[in-house]
């Protein structure tokens, strides 16, 4: 008699899998970017294996080449439009995600490409390439939202894992995801670093800067360039009025404020007001 075959053990929901097999499928994108917020997510270590036990990682290019044919459940877009392709691309991932989270200052507010929003992009085109007519180009590099709907930004160049984390949690739970919404100046405080601006006259944009990294530049004694995007309703006049009182002339004023976030609204306003229109 032929031995019996052992019978299957049954799935338990909680082994990382949900009941029935299926779990969630995540698909991480880019656009135009330098990778450092997927990256933040391969970074995330032990946290990284949690989550990967929990979802079906169907499309992230910067750690597998295995491809899972959509729809998503959860889409992380990474980087900027820049180009036509991009434009269509955008709009394709759109249709196949459930929830769509742009993460990065490139995908949220065009990022340090969108530079060339302040400038003349065929004139670097021609300096730059022999044949300027075959760069499929946008005149300017432009954030997901204003191409797609998008159900949740996370700021940051790059993004902070534990923010990466707290949401990605969320979401798998069916919750919305919500972060602490201060400025970098109330974790100074919290942290005990010494005001740089106050102690040493150091140029900082703390007080008009969203949180998310800890205050890190302060802790070492610089000022922050605010590479976590502009804090919602802040005082920028005020900033720009501050800067002045402590000396930055207008350039430096308005390049201060054309960051990594430069296009960014409450940014981009503030740094026409010390005139500087062109980078
Ligand atoms: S936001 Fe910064 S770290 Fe993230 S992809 Fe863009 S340039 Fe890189
Ligand atoms: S160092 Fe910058 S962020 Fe920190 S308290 Fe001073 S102004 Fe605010
Ligand atoms: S530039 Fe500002 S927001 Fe960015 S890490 Fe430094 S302190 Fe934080």
């Known amino acids: 008699m032929a031995p019996r075959k052992p019978k299957p053990k049954p799935k338990r929901a909680g082994d990382g899998e949900t009941p029935g097999d299926v779990r969630p499928k995540l698909a991480v994108w880019k656009f135009a970017s330098c990778d450092g917020c997927q990256l933040t997510l391969l970074d995330c270590e032990d946290a990284l294996l949690e989550i990967a036990a929990k979802v079906e990682i169907a499309n992230f290019p910067e ?32 249709r196949a995600s459930k929830v769509l989270v742009a993460i990065g200052a490139c995908a949220t507010s065009g990022g340090i490409q969108a530079l060339r929003n302040f400038a ?21 590099s432009t954030p997901i939202s204003d191409h797609v709907k998008v159900d949740f930004e996370l700021h940051g160049c790059p993004i902070s894992k534990e923010q990466l984390i707290r949401v ?49 530049c302060p802790s070492h004694g610089r000022g922050c360039y605010g590479c976590f995007g502009p804090l919602a309703e802040a005082n920028f006049g005020g900033m720009g009025r501050l800067l002045e009182v402590k000396g930055v002339d207008a350039a430096g004023r308005a390049r201060l404020f054309r960051g990594i976030y430069g296009a960014a609204e409450a940014f981009r306003v503030e740094s026409e007001s010390h005139g500087r229109n062109r980078t």
């Open 120 to 140: 003349e992009v065929g004139g670097w085109m021609t300096a730059v390439y022999g044949r300027p007519d075959a760069i499929p180009t946008l005149r300017a």
């Open 168 to 216: 990605l949690g969320a979401i798998l739970r069916g919750n919305v995801p919500r972060l602490p919404h201060h400025s970098v100046c109330l974790d100074c405080k919290r942290n005990g670093t010494v005001c740089v601006t106050v102690a040493e006259g150091q140029p900082c944009l703390g007080p008009v800067t969203r949180c998310g990294c800890g205050a890190l």
């Open 63 to 94: 750690a597998s080449r295995a491809i899972v044919r959509g729809p998503y459940d959860v889409s992380l877009v990474e980087g900027s439009i820049t180009t036509s392709h991009d434009a269509e691309r955008i709009h394709t991932i759109r």
